[in-house]
């Protein structure tokens, strides 16, 4: 869902490969976000269960954060992690993604759900050079990118009907991740703005393939 958008130039990274810059809006249909989230807040955890149809990297089993000052610390405890992967402040191209794992800030905080008013997302996306796709130009070693976007609501008409949407606005790729086999967790870290212990969150990840995507609270289903 999360696909950068191409544009014409290119940038040279990662062993004098080309890959493109980030569009620096991107937006999503809002219900293309799962139902049924809880709402928790930073310093909170759930826990939740293994679903073999997700790929090991997809599936979330638990999640926990911590908040310092604006600086929120999102811990994705899944059940496989991909290899360690070098970070780029570019992305790479959209045919090699693999897993994206995402998180929803809604800033006043919401008891039903992040998603009604969502104000921040952030996300790392994760790119595998031995995905078998049509691409010339790959990176020699797994590569991992991040981003923080601004999100706020709007209407598009479309045959003369409106559709509520979340636009996402790019502001920076200073997304800090972490990988720990050891514990079989990923961490992101992002400063939010505005965010407090009374804000809330959820946790999503999308991998490339069936049974996507899982997500953190939810309704016990």
């Not at 405890?77 to 191209?93: M, N």
């Not at 905080?109 to 992040?114: E, F, R, W």
């Not at 994760?126 to 070693?141: L, S």
């Amino acid at each position: 869902m999360f696909k950068v958008l191409l544009v014409a130039a290119c940038v040279v990274l990662l062993n004098g490969c080309p890959f493109l810059p980030p569009s620096p809006y991107h937006r999503s249909i809002h219900g293309d976000y799962p139902p049924g989230y809880i709402a928790i807040s930073p310093g909170q955890s759930v826990e939740g269960s293994v679903t073999m149809n997700l790929r090991g990297s997809a599936d979330i089993i638990g999640v926990s954060s911590e908040l310092n000052g604006e600086v929120l610390t999102a811990n994705f405890h899944l059940r496989e992690l991909p290899e360690e992967a070098q970070y780029s402040h570019e992305p790479g191209h959209f045919r090699l993604e693999t897993n994206h794992w995402i998180v929803l800030v809604s800033i006043e905080g919401d008891p039903l759900t992040p998603m009604s008013h969502l104000d921040y997302m952030f996300q790392a996306t994760y790119y595998d050079p031995q995905k078998p796709e049509m691409v010339v130009i790959r990176p020699a070693e797994p590569m991992v990118t991040g981003g923080l976007y601004k999100c706020d609501r709007a209407i598009r008409v479309h045959d003369g009907i409106e559709y509520e949407y979340t636009s996402h606005k790019f502001l920076s790729s200073d997304v800090d991740v972490t990988f720990s086999h050891k514990d079989g967790t990923l961490t992101l870290a992002a400063q939010i703005p505005g965010i407090t212990d009374k804000s809330t969150i959820a946790f999503v990840s999308h991998g490339m393939g069936s049974g996507s995507p899982d997500y953190l609270p939810r309704d016990a289903d």
